[in-house]
T-cell receptor, first 111, second 114 residues
Framework: GQSLEQPSEVTAVEGAIVQINCTYQ??????LSWYQQHDGGAPTFLSY????GLEETGRFSSFLSRSDSYGYLLLQELQMKDSASYFC????????????FGAGTRLFVKA | DAMVIQNPRYQVTQFGKPVTLSCSQT?????MYWYQQKSSQAPKLLFH???????NEADTPDNFQSRRPNTSFCFLDIRSPGLGDAAMYLC?????????????FGPGTRLTVL
């Protein structure tokens, strides 16, 4: 099966940098995705890592280490609108396009 | 604009009364997913289709069924809703090729069971 662990809550101030970690266990691994979800909204895709290293998209970056079964999402120049839940998700090599989500990290950005 | 549409956005049903939720997509994606999300929890995968190939999760209750009559539409049938089935139900799509594995989510249907 698959399991993912990420912190339940993170608090940071506007303008700061925050890192949300994710560790995973899976019988097969294709890649790690990150999604943002605001209260009452649907998840929206942020990034995907299939290979080791850092992927940068504007203020957001995502990192993967396959050997450590570990990844993180880095949010820079935090804005109030970044307050949301962030989910890491694993696409497993179990056939099909099955994707399992972590429990989510609630990010609170303070002024 | 290409998108994922879910109807209705809000559904109220009575305990034990069957309900059907619908999802349509204009993205022409091969893969469609149904997730259940309860408050402050992760989206829980119920099942997904690759084209017409149905993939059920082992822990999805038999009470939940799905149909995908064509590429564009997918339905979630809850045969006898219980109070524990009250949740947000999210439909998502994926192109179904190697690459970013990006899933596109619909706005969700919030189900209330009385």
């Amino acid at each position: 099966g698959q399991s993912l662990e990420q912190p339940s809550e993170v608090t940071a101030v506007e303008g700061a940098i925050v890192q949300i970690n994710c560790t995973y266990q899976t019988s097969g691994f294709y890649g790690l995705s990150w999604y943002q979800q605001h209260d009452g909204g649907a998840p929206t895709f942020l990034s995907y890592n299939a290979l080791d290293g850092l992927e940068e998209t504007g203020r957001f970056s995502s990192f993967l280490s396959r050997s450590d079964s570990y990844g993180y999402l880095l949010l820079q120049e935090l804005q109030m609108k970044d307050s949301a839940s962030y989910f890491c998700a694993v696409r497993a090599n179990t056939g099909g396009f099955k994707t399992i989500f972590g429990a989510g990290t609630r990010l609170f950005v303070k002024a | 604009d290409a998108m994922v549409i879910q109807n209705p956005r809000y559904q109220v049903t009575q305990f034990g009364k069957p309900v059907t939720l619908s999802c349509s997509q204009t993205l022409n994606h091969n893969v469609m997913y149904w997730y259940q999300q309860k408050s402050s929890q992760a989206p829980k995968l119920l099942f997904h289709y690759y084209d017409k190939d149905f993939n059920n999760e082992a822990d999805t209750p038999d009470n939940f069924q799905s149909r995908r009559p064509n590429t564009s539409f997918c339905f979630l049938d809850i045969r006898s809703p219980g109070l524990g089935d009250a949740a947000m139900y999210l439909c998502a799509t994926n192109r179904g090729t190697s690459g970013t594995n990006e899933q596109f989510f619909g706005p969700g249907t919030r189900l209330t069971v009385l």
